[in-house]
């Protein structure tokens, strides 16, 4: 059984801070995305990284693939309430079957 | 395009009741499937399809029923509601290197 291990679990901080998360495993997966999921809504796609050592840059948030795609981190630069909500990863670990294994997430709240 | 719908929005059952969860796909997915999220338990998934007329079992299917007749439904049956079914159910959509979720119901079993 693939697991993906996210921490910290809670993390609560004044806007304008930098924040990491990560997203670990024991297991190889073709593909990593992260979702960010609002109170009440269903998850967003915020980006998906396939190549071992792939940075992306989406605004304030940056997206790292562990070069031995076993793991990812997430960071936002100078937090803002809006950043506000549950950040899930997810692995993919290919095949046709199209299963990805979920983290629990991280819970972020950035305080005005 | 409105992705994944998803209906109804809210839901209360007593035990022992039934009811189909919809949903619905316009991006030509063949992928499709349910998951339940429950506090501290994460995103569970129940079952799921890859393509019309296939269906299989996720990590907790167990009191549900799934059929797949075209590519854009794929509905979830609850046969007879228990408590412990009650939860935020969510359908998603996949693509190659994404997948989309719909608006979730809530649903209440008393």
């Known amino acids: 059984t693939q697991l993906l291990e996210q921490s910290p679990q809670f993390l609560s901080i004044q806007e304008g801070e930098n924040l990491t998360v990560y997203c670990n495993s024991s297991s190889v997966f073709s593909s990593l995305q992260w979702y960010r999921q609002e109170p009440g809504e269903g998850p967003v796609l915020l980006v998906t990284?396939?190549?071992?050592?792939e940075v992306k840059k989406l605004k304030r948030l940056t997206f790292q693939f562990g070069d031995a795609r076993k793991d990812s981190s997430l960071h936002i630069t100078a937090a803002q309430p809006g950043d506000t909500g549950l950040y899930l990863c997810a692995g993919d670990s290919g095949g046709s079957n199209y299963k990805l294994t979920f983290g629990k997430g991280t819970l972020l709240t950035v305080n005005p | 395009n409105a992705g994944v719908t998803q209906t109804p929005k809210f839901q209360v059952l007593k035990t022992g009741q039934s009811m189909t969860l919809q949903c619905a796909q316009d991006?030509?997915?063949?992928?499709m499937s349910w998951y339940r999220q429950d506090p501290g338990m994460g995103l569970r998934l129940i079952h799921y399809s890859v393509g019309a007329g296939i269906t299989d079992q996720g990590e907790v299917p167990n009191g549900y029923n799934v059929s797949r007749s075209t590519t854009e439904d794929f509905p979830l049956r609850l046969l007879s509601a228990a408590p412990s079914q009650t939860s935020v159910y969510f359908c998603?959509?996949?693509?190659?290197?994404?997948?989309?979720f719909g608006p979730g119901t809530r649903l209440t079993v008393t």
């Open positions: 991006m030509n997915h063949e992928y």
């Open positions: 998603a959509s996949r693509g190659i290197y994404e997948q989309y």
């Open positions: 990284v396939v190549t071992g050592g």
